[in-house]
């Protein structure tokens, strides 16, 4: 299915007379009553650009000191992790969660490398993402119109909490395509790698949970490899370089940040409604800003300006109608894994999809890339994946 996905592209050049050396490269965590307020905190929040679920994982907290936080996605039985196939059959379920997995990876394959190719030409990247969220809004809508998927109710409640939260969901995937725009594909996911310092970071400083000594140390890998990744990149800038990293910000301050932000409520949202939710909000927020940003660039007599100069609308369009497609389908895909599988599993699976999609965008776009630049990605990867171990390890009680 991989191969699939990289010959798929070569559709007729959205520019014309296209350049042929561009700038390519382009989880509600269930049942976390068992695990301490840092692991709950950053339990998922190690690989993604955009993970569905670390922002279901990041409306959890634990029953105790500040009670049950009701808007939250539905828990998954305490006794799944580690025994994803038990009580089924074993050899079906496995193909099932293997064909999910090539499913999830293969859409993210997809998404970047269509993105990559309409953000080049295209160099908007607050309407590209508007128009994203257009799409999963769209998709949304129709499934709850034919009952497809139950549509929630939701209280002002619920909605003083989701919103902050899909404010900064919005400001994340914005950074993202910027990013994506101005640097190789491969280059913002590594940065992006550096998601769980990060973590840590604000963890400390806003709810002073200090970490153990084997995740800081599996932060020097990490931010030594991005840091030695970063300084011998190609297609570095630092526009590109500075809104990755930015996205990092984002994304692991609405983590930790949300643990203030904590409601009581009657009502729950499962964790396929709760992103529902905060995908039309995006939406709705991020098309005036595109606007105010950008201006009208979508209308048809700028797309017709546009086509004028050597830009290939019909191509433009399919492109922008895969990625948006993608962009919420691997997502959705996400939870579905997320609901059969442990927490860890689906962390270090989340591990593995950014190495495909790093893989993949080399191979796709010829991006040269050089030894000690392969030596710093691989070194960040490696951060990323003892970080996800280390926080299973649970330090020993103190004696009394």
Request: charged share 10%.
């Amino acid at each position: 299915m991989q191969s699939t996905a990289l010959t798929f592209s070569p559709l007729t050049p959205l520019l014309r007379p296209l350049n042929k050396n561009p700038n390519p490269r382009c989880s509600p965590v269930p049942n976390l009553s068992a695990l301490k307020p840092f692991q709950k905190a950053s339990l998922l929040s190690s690989c993604s650009s955009f993970n569905a679920p670390r922002i279901s994982e990041s409306l959890l907290i634990s029953k105790g000191r500040y009670g049950s936080f009701r808007v939250r996605a539905q828990q998954v039985p305490e006794n799944m992790g580690g025994s994803e196939t038990k009580g089924s059959s074993g050899l079906g379920t496995s193909l099932q969660l293997g064909a999910m997995f090539a499913v999830w990876y293969l859409l993210n394959i997809y998404f970047n490398i269509f993105n990559k190719q309409v953000l080049k030409v295209y160099a908007f990247p607050a309407t590209v993402t508007a128009f994203q969220f257009g799409c999963g809004t769209l998709i949304i809508l129709t499934m709850w119109a034919s009952n497809l998927y139950h549509r929630p109710k939701l209280t002002r409640s619920q909605l003083a909490v989701i919103i902050p939260l899909a404010v900064v969901h919005t400001l994340g995937n914005l950074l993202t395509n910027v990013s994506i725009g101005r640097v190789n594909v491969s280059f913002t996911h590594t940065i992006k790698a550096m998601e769980p310092f990060f973590t840590v970071l604000f963890s400390v400083l806003i709810l002073g949970e200090w970490p153990t000594f084997w995740i800081v140390s599996s932060l020097v890998p990490l931010v030594g490899g991005v840091a030695l990744a970063s300084f011998t990149e190609a297609s570095f800038n630092w526009i590109g370089f500075c809104s990755a990293m930015a996205s990092n910000v984002t994304n692991q301050s609405r983590n930790v940040l949300s643990k203030k932000f904590m409601v009581r409520n009657e009502e729950t949202l499962d964790n396929i409604n709760l992103f529902s939710v905060i995908t039309i909000i995006s939406f709705i927020l991020l098309v005036p800003a595109a606007i105010l940003l950008e201006g009208v660039k979508f209308s048809p007599s700028y797309l017709q300006s546009a086509a004028n100069q050597g830009l290939n609308i019909r191509e433009l369009c399919i492109r922008s109608l895969l990625a948006g497609f993608c962009f919420h389908s691997y997502q959705q895909v996400s939870y579905m894994i997320l609901q059969m599988v442990s927490p860890v599993t689906h962390s270090v699976g989340n591990c593995v999809k950014r190495v495909v999609v790093i893989i993949s965008s080399v191979i796709f776009f010829q991006t040269p890339v050089s030894p000690i630049n392969s030596l710093g990605t691989t070194l960040a990867l490696a951060g990323v994946f003892l970080y996800s171990r280390a926080k299973q390890l649970k330090p020993k009680p103190k004696a009394a």
